[in-house]
Structures are given as C-alpha cells and as structure tokens.
C-alpha cells in the first residue's frame, strides 16, 4: 500500500499561513535595512563605493533562500518525499504560465554569482542605458541619463549582450569626437584636444589608464578623438562636455573651423 502521508502535503492553517507571511515579511524588511545601510555606506566610501554595492545582491538572494528554507522545513515541516512533490508542482506551474517569472528569477541569480556587472556599474542592455542601482530578484533597475529609472526583466540576459563600460571599477573609458574642416591644421587640433583632456578635472590617467588622441582623415572632414578615462563614471557627460567646450573654444582662437560640409551627408557619399 502506498504511504498518503509521504505524497500529501500538510494542511495550511491560518497560523501557518501567518507564520510564513510574517517570515517573508521580517527578510523583506531585513533586506531594505540592509541595503539602505550598504547604499548609504557606499556613497561615502569614495572609491571603493562599488565593491560595497557588490555585496548587495548577493545578501538578497541569500536572506530570501534562507527563509524560503525556514518556511518549508520548520513551518511547513515537509518531509523529503513532500519537497520533491512541492518541486513538481512548481514545476508545473513554470510550465503553466510562471516561465517568465522563474527565468527572471534564473537570470537574477546568474547576474549575482556569474558578475556579468554589479550594483554601481554603467551598462548597455539591448535598448537601455545607464548605471545599475539595484539588482533585485525578478529586474535590474537602472537610471538613464534622462534621470529615469527604468527596470529590465532579468531573463534578458539570456537573450541579449550585456555592455559593461567600467567592469567594477570607478574608472571609465570616454570616447571624444570631433569633426574638422579638412584645410584646418590637424597637428595644432590634436594638440589642443590633447591638452584639454589631460588638464580636465574629471580625467583619470595612470599606466593601467593611458588616453589616446586619434585622427583618421577623410575627402570633406577630418575626424578627431579622445580615448580617456574619466575618475568617476558619474562624471561621464561632464567630462564630455567639458573637454569638447574647451577644446572648440581654442579651435577658435587657432582658426580651426568645422566641416563645410554635412559629416554624415559626406560619410553617406564615401
């Protein structure tokens, strides 16, 4: 004869039910504490303000498995037999309609332990932009640089490439472009754009950093660039700005003019 009590789960009554509420609740409210604290903690670490945020996802997902685990073996005190029919039917019900919820939840996990980027980091996932302020079982939420928080379903990073720009580090690359006339003195433009980035506030030189001043020439323009990397990725725009304000007011004062010429009405014609 077959055992029910090894297939049948244990009634839920109303004090189960308020008992394994009143755990996910106390890990919700443990998880906000600590990631205030860490938040707050991190903003005043200077640089090692990612490496804090680093720890972030890692504690959610660890104080929520805890006490999925509470839940189950002391609450609901199912046996093995009765967690193995549990693991059916959630099974089940993945392939019933939860799929997208238990692949975001998947995804959430591999971002914490596989660190494709972390809490603090500058990335490009499909469409979107921006730096990551939290990592969180079902999305990642990000602000852009039009200050709007966007939250992007885990499961994409199954299905699409994730750009990280700083890789855990502070230190970001910036690509700066300008374009010239082709009569203009491209040694004398280098040199200028080369001096406004090395003298900028928000740049970050060292052997491990250097910056790269290119010049490509073509038929109508000629097309300058500055490869450096900028001290705090949050002054990514600034840096940007600044350098290419300084740079096209010295232009000026050194009779380097911009294109005659539409640069992508002429890119489009080469």
Avoid: C
Wanted: aromatic share 12%.
């Amino acid at each position: 004869m077959v055992d029910n009590s090894m297939i049948n789960l244990p009634a839920f009554s109303t004090v189960t039910l308020i008992n394994s509420i009143l755990v996910i609740l106390i890990a919700y409210l443990l998880i906000r504490i600590i990631t205030f604290i860490l938040t707050w903690s991190s903003e005043r670490a200077g640089q090692y303000r990612i490496t804090v945020k680093m720890v972030i996802p890692l504690l959610k997902f660890t104080i929520y498995g805890i006490a999925l685990y509470y839940i189950l073996a002391n609450i609901l005190k199912l046996s093995s037999e009765q967690l193995v029919l549990f693991g059916g039917l959630l099974g089940a019900g993945i392939g019933f309609g939860l799929k997208d919820l238990f692949a975001d939840v998947i995804g959430g996990m591999v971002i914490t332990f596989e660190k494709p980027y972390h809490v603090g980091d500058k990335i490009k996932m499909g469409d979107y932009y921006g730096e990551v302020i939290d990592i969180g079982i079902r999305s990642t939420r990000l602000v852009t640089p039009d200050d709007n928080v966007v939250s992007v379903p885990n499961f994409l990073i199954f299905t699409q490439a994730v750009a990280s720009a700083n890789a855990g580090t502070q230190e970001m690359m910036v690509v700066i472009e300008l374009f010239i006339d082709s009569g203009s003195d491209s040694a004398q433009a280098m040199k200028i754009l080369k001096e406004a980035v090395i003298t900028s506030k928000y740049v970050f030189v060292s052997n491990k950093r250097p910056f790269t001043v290119l010049l490509k020439d073509f038929p109508f323009y000629r097309h300058l660039s500055a490869k450096a990397y900028v001290n705090d990725l949050r002054y990514e725009f600034e840096f940007e700005s600044e350098v290419t304000r300084r740079t096209w007011e010295e232009f000026a004062k050194n009779g380097i003019k911009a294109p005659k010429v539409n640069v992508m009405d002429a890119g489009s014609k080469i």
